[in-house]
């Protein structure tokens, strides 16, 4: 296993999965490598480890994602989805 399909399933149990409608799928495993690559970016402003960042997404999960998104300019935010292999913003 590659260390991207690692943080995938442990992060989001993506190995449960269950998601029969291959679109479905297809966009969940998309929003979930965007979300990885947007923890990647701002765990170097959180300076704290990647478990440490889900247990406070955890706690306060809006808070936190606001926090979070509010660290990023739209080059970071195209960054992380050009990482994925998605579509850019312009």
Do not use: C, P
């Not at 590659?2 to 679109?23: C, Y």
């Not at 965007?34 to 765990?43: A, C, G, N």
């Not at 990647?50 to 808070?63: A, G």
């Not at 935010?77 to 994925?84: F, H, M, R, Y």
């Amino acid at each position: 296993e590659n260390q991207l399909h690692w943080q995938l399933d442990f992060t989001f149990q993506d190995d449960k999965n269950t998601s029969m409608a291959k679109t479905g799928a297809k966009n969940l495993q998309i929003m979930k490598k965007i979300i990885m690559s947007i923890l990647r970016l701002v765990k170097e402003s959180y300076k704290i480890s990647m478990k440490r960042i889900r247990y406070e997404l955890s706690l306060d999960y809006e808070n936190e994602t606001e926090r979070m998104l509010s660290m990023l300019d739209i080059s970071s935010i195209q960054k992380a989805l050009e990482s994925t292999g998605g579509s850019s913003l312009k």
